[in-house]
C-alpha cells in the first residue's frame, strides 16, 4: 500500500518570503499522480498543483512549483512571494493509475503567514 | 459550472442513529469519491462510485454505505452512529479518465453526540 509522509505539521514564513513544505512517499509503482492540495478555513480542499510522475519537468503554478525527485519518492512544494491568503492547511497526496484511484493524503502541514 | 455541493454542512446526530449525507457532483462527472476527515486518522479514503457502481471502498465498517444515482449524485449513509464517526465527510468529483483531477465539495460536518 502507498503511504505520504509530512514530517513538518507546522510551518510558518513572513509574507513574501519564500517557504518549501516536504513530502514523501512510498510505493512500488511507477506511473502515478502526485498532488498538492491546499484547505482554508471554509474547508474546502483546493488543487495547488499537480505531477505527473513520468514527467520528469517539475511543475510550477504561477507563484507554486514542485521538485519532484523520483528516485527519491520526495515532492516537496515551493511558495514564492508568500501572501496572507496562503494560509492554510495543505496536504500532499498521492494517486495511483492502477486499481483503486483514490487519493492517498500526508497528515497535512499548517501554514501561516506573518505579516 | 457549479463546483460540488455538499448538503447539508453541519448535522448533529445521537449515538445509535443513522445519517444520510448527499454530494451533487459537478455536471459532466461521473466519478464520486467519498473521504472522511479527523484530526486523529486525517484524510481516509471512503468509497468511490462510478456510474452507479461502488468501483473502490476503503477499510471502513460495514455501517458505512453508499450509493450514486443515475444523475451522478451520491448519497453515504452511516447507520448506528458511534462518538468516533464524528468527522468533516468531503466529497469529491472528477471526469472520467486516469488523467483528470478531484474536485472537491465544502464538506459535510458531523458531531455524534
Known amino acids: 500500500a502507498q503511504t505520504v509522509t509530512q514530517s513538518q505539521p507546522e510551518m510558518s514564513v513572513q509574507e513574501a518570503e519564500t517557504v518549501t513544505l516536504s513530502c514523501t512517499y512510498d510505493?512500488?509503482?511507477?506511473?502515478?499522480?502526485l498532488f498538492w492540495y491546499k484547505q482554508p478555513p471554509s474547508r474546502q480542499m483546493i488543487l495547488v498543483i499537480r505531477?505527473?510522475?513520468?514527467?520528469?519537468q517539475n511543475a510550477t503554478e504561477n507563484r507554486f512549483s514542485v521538485n519532484f525527485q523520483k528516485a527519491a519518492k520526495s515532492f516537496s512544494l515551493k511558495i514564492s512571494d508568500s501572501q496572507l491568503g496562503d494560509a492554510a492547511m495543505y496536504f500532499c497526496?498521492?494517486?495511483?493509475?492502477?486499481?483503486?484511484?483514490?487519493?492517498?493524503f500526508g497528515q497535512g502541514t499548517r501554514l501561516t503567514i506573518n505579516p | 459550472k457549479a463546483g460540488v455541493t455538499q448538503t447539508p454542512r453541519y448535522l448533529i446526530k445521537t449515538r445509535g442513529q443513522q445519517v444520510t449525507l448527499s454530494c451533487s457532483p459537478i455536471?459532466?462527472?461521473?466519478?464520486v469519491s467519498w473521504y472522511q476527515q479527523t484530526p486523529g486518522q486525517g484524510l481516509q479514503f471512503l468509497f468511490e462510485?462510478?456510474?452507479?457502481?461502488?468501483?473502490n471502498k476503503g477499510n471502513f465498517p460495514g455501517r458505512f454505505s453508499g450509493r450514486q444515482f443515475s444523475n451522478s449524485r451520491s448519497e453515504m449513509n452511516v447507520s448506528t452512529l458511534e462518538l468516533g464517526d464524528s468527522a468533516l465527510y468531503l466529497c469529491?468529483?472528477?471526469?472520467?479518465?486516469?488523467?483528470?483531477?478531484?474536485?472537491f465539495g465544502q464538506g459535510t460536518r458531523l458531531t455524534v453526540v
Open positions: 462510485y462510478f456510474s452507479e457502481t461502488q468501483r
Open positions: 510505493t512500488s509503482e511507477s506511473d502515478y499522480y
Open positions: 497526496a498521492y494517486r495511483s493509475l492502477q486499481g483503486a484511484q483514490k487519493l492517498v
Open positions: 455536471s459532466g462527472h461521473r466519478s
Open positions: 469529491a468529483s472528477r471526469e472520467t479518465g486516469e488523467n483528470t483531477e478531484a474536485f
Open positions: 505531477q505527473e510522475a513520468y514527467k520528469q
